[in-house]
């Protein structure tokens, strides 16, 4: 399943899109991002694009202004 909430912090949209089973799929958020996010296993927290942000175990976070 793919697990997805948001928070806002500091005036921005801070969006977890969760992959607990590791499986390949694409996400697609009602801000119009679509990411694939297959395999999104890092270790400690890796700045992938402007963005986006993978973290260990499974997941990234999605940055919006």
Not at 2 to 15: D, L, P
Request: no cysteine; hydrophobic share 40%.
């Amino acid at each position: 399943d793919i697990i997805a909430f948001s928070r806002t912090y500091e005036g921005k949209n801070i969006w977890f899109i969760g992959n607990p089973k590791n499986e390949p799929h694409t996400v697609n958020i009602s801000i119009g991002i679509s990411m694939n996010a297959e395999k999104v296993v890092v270790s400690g927290v890796e700045q992938k694009s402007e963005n986006l942000f993978e973290f260990e175990p499974y997941g990234f976070i999605i940055i919006r202004d």
